[in-house]
C-alpha cells in the first residue's frame, strides 16, 4: 500500500520558519484588529461619547416642589430612550449656576434664588436619534409642571451628524486595516507559493491534482486565519477587559467590561473570526493563482 | 298811624275850634288868651313834630342797632368758623407735611436701591456676557452650557423685573409724591383764601362793632332827647290843657250867656250824635283795623292813644259824610295826609284823614251820604281812612254811633 503524503499543513512541512512569522505578525495584528472591533463594537463608534456630553434639560415651574420633581425624574427615567434622570433642585441648580457664573455670587446678596429645579435626562447611546429625543421632549412638554424642555434643537442635528460621520471614519479605518491586511496577506500567500512552486510541481508529478493542492492550501488557511482572529480577539478583548478595569474612565467612552461578554459581542467576535478565515482563504487562492500565473 | 300823629291832629282839632275856624268869637276879652293858646299850641305842635321826628329815629337807631347787632353776632359765628376751618386746614397741612416727608424718605430710598440695582444688573450683564464669550467654543458641554445660558437668562430676567420693580415703585411714589405737594399747594392756597376771608371777617366785625357802638351812642342821645321832648311836652300839653279849660270855661259861660240853652255836657256827646238829623251813616263799606282809645301796638311795643278808627276799604274807594253838614275845613296835614273836617252843627265834628283827593271844596254844604273824596290807590289793592268824630272838643268812639264792620 502505497502511502500518500498528507497535505493538510503542506506549507507547515515545506516552510516551518517564514510561516511561524507570519503567523505571529497575524496574531499579533488580529489582536489589534480585535481590540479595535470590540471597542467600536461597545461604544457604538463616538455615540456613546455623544450620549455621555449630551443631556435634555427639563426646566421645571419655580412652584414645584422637590418631592413632585423626584417623581418627575422617575417618570422620565422609565421612558424607553432614557439612560437617567435626575432631579436637582432649586439649590442646586443655583450653586451650580454660581460654579459656572462665579462674578454673580456677590450681586444678589441676600436676594432670592430665582433659578427653578431642573431634570437632567441623559439618553441611551445606541437611543441617541432625533426620533428618540423627539419623542423624549413631546413626553416631557406635556407635563404641566415642566416650564421649558432644552433639548438643543439648534445644535442636535449637526452634534448626530457629526457623530455619524466619526462613526464611519471609525469603522473606515477598520475597515482599511482589514483591507490592508487582505493585500498584504495574498502577498505573502503569492510569495509563498512562488516559493513552494517546485515542491508543489514535484507533487503534481506523483499525482496530487493541483486543485485539490490548492483547496487543501485554502481550508488550512481558513482554519489558521479563525484560530488566530478568534485567539487574536479574545486577546484584544481581555485587554479591552483590562484596560476598562484600570481605567474606569474608559467606560464612558467604550462602556461597561461586562458588556464585552454579552452574547451579540461574542457572536460579533466569531463573524470576525469567521470573516478572517475567509479572507484568508481567499489570499491563499488568490496567491496559488498568481504564483502559477506567473510560472506560466 | 302813630300816637305822636293823632296827638298832632288832637291838638290840630282843637287849636281849630278853639282859634275860631268852626266858632266866630263871642268875646273880646278872650282874644288873648286864644292868642296865647294858638302860640302855645303852635309850639306843642312843633315839639310834637320833633319828638315824633325823633322817635322815628330812635326807631330807626334800634333797627340799625339791632341788624349791627345780629351783623356782629354773624360775623362773631363766621369767624370762629373760619377759625376752625383754618385749624382744620392746619391740621390737614402737618398730616400732609408729614406724609411728604414719609414719602421723600421713600423716593430716596428706591432711588437708591434703583441705583443699585441697574448697577448690579450692569455687573451681571457683563458677567453673563464673559461667560457666554468663553464658554461659546466649550463643545464638550454643550448640554450644560446651554442649560447655564437658558439660566442666564432667567437669572437676568429676574434681575431686570427687580429693577422694573424698584422703577414702578419710585414712579408710583413719585406719583404719590406730586399729588401731596400738589394737595399741600392747594390747601397752602385754601389756607390763604381762607385767612384772607377770615381777615376780612374780622376787619368787618371791627367796623361793624365801631357802627354799633355809634348806633348806641345816637340810640342813647335820642333817647334821651326823646326823653327830653317828651317831658316838655307834657308840660306843654299841662298848660295848653290849662288854658284850654280856661277857653272852655270862657265858652261855656259866653254861650249860657247867649243862648242859655242849648249847653249840653260832653258825656251826651253820643247821644248829640245820635240825635243828628236823619242819624249817621258809615263813611264806606269796609272793616275797622284800628279800634279807638288806648291801643297796644306789638310792633314798637308801645301803648298809643287812638282818638279815631282806621276803616280798611278797597283802594280809590269813594268817602261819603256820615252826616248833613258843612266843610269846614280841607287840606294836607302832617301825619294825616289830606284831611277834611265836616262841621255838623251843636259842636259836632266829622274828621277824613289820609285821603287822596277831595270832592268838596271849603264852605261847602255837604249831605248825609254825599261823596267827598276818596281814597288813594294803592299795589295791594287796600287802604285805609281815618274817620275821628268830636264832639265839643271831645272824641268819641265812631262805632258807638255808627254802624261800623268791626
Known sequence: MSE?????????????????????????????????????????????????????????????????????????????????????????????????????????????????????????????????????????????????????????????????????????????????????????????????????????????????????????????????????AAAGGGALFLSLRKFPILERVIGSPADLLLPRTIASAALFSIGVALLCSATSLLGWSAARAGRK | MTSGARRILSAFLVAAVSLGILFPSTAGGARDVAAELRRERGRLLEMKEREEKTARELTEALWKEKRSKGRVDELQEGLKRQRRLLSRIDRKISALSDRLDRVEKAVRELGAAHGRARSELRRAEFVAFSGQRAGAWDLWHPSDRERERHFMRVYLAADAEGVARITRAREKKEEELTGIERQVAVTEKKRTREKKVGDTLLSRQEAERARLSGIEREKKRKEKELKSLRAKIARMESVVSRVERQVKERERRARKEAAGKSARGSAEAPRRFASLSGGLSAPLAGKVVTRFGRQHDTTFDVTIENRGVEIEAFSGASVKSVGHGEVAFAGAVSGFGNVLIVQHGGGLFSVYGRMESFLVKQGEVVKKGAVVGRLPESPSGKSVLYLELRAGGTAIDPTSVIPLDR
Open chain 1, 4 to 232: 500518500r503524503p498528507s497535505l493538510w499543513w503542506i506549507d507547515w512541512r515545506l516552510s516551518p520558519g517564514p510561516l511561524v512569522r507570519e503567523t505571529i505578525g497575524r496574531f499579533l495584528l488580529f489582536c489589534l484588529l480585535g481590540f479595535a472591533l470590540l471597542t467600536l463594537l461597545l461604544s457604538g463608534g463616538v455615540s456613546r461619547i455623544l450620549a455621555d456630553r449630551y443631556a435634555i434639560t427639563a426646566v421645571l415651574r419655580a412652584e414645584v416642589p422637590s418631592g413632585e420633581g423626584e417623581g418627575l425624574a422617575r417618570k422620565a427615567a422609565a421612558l424607553p430612550p432614557v439612560r437617567s434622570a435626575t432631579y436637582r433642585d432649586p439649590e442646586t441648580a443655583w450653586k451650580e449656576f454660581l460654579r459656572s457664573y462665579p462674578g454673580l455670587d456677590p450681586l444678589r446678596g441676600a436676594g432670592e434664588n430665582p433659578l427653578p429645579g431642573y431634570i437632567e435626562i441623559r439618553i441611551r447611546h445606541d437611543r441617541l436619534t432625533e426620533e428618540d429625543v423627539e419623542f423624549v421632549v413631546s413626553a416631557l412638554r406635556a407635563v404641566s409642571q415642566v416650564d421649558q424642555v432644552l433639548a438643543g434643537e439648534e445644535w442636535l442635528p449637526r452634534l448626530l451628524s457629526a457623530g455619524r460621520l466619526a462613526s464611519w471614519a471609525c469603522w473606515g479605518i477598520f475597515g482599511a486595516f482589514l483591507a490592508g491586511f487582505f493585500l498584504f496577506a495574498r502577498l505573502q500567500e503569492r510569495a509563498r507559493a512562488v516559493a513552494l512552486a517546485g515542491d508543489f510541481a514535484f507533487l503534481a508529478e506523483r499525482g496530487v491534482s493541483a486543485g485539490r493542492l490548492a483547496f487543501l492550501r485554502a481550508a488550512g488557511a481558513a482554519l489558521s486565519g479563525f484560530l488566530l482572529a478568534a485567539l487574536g
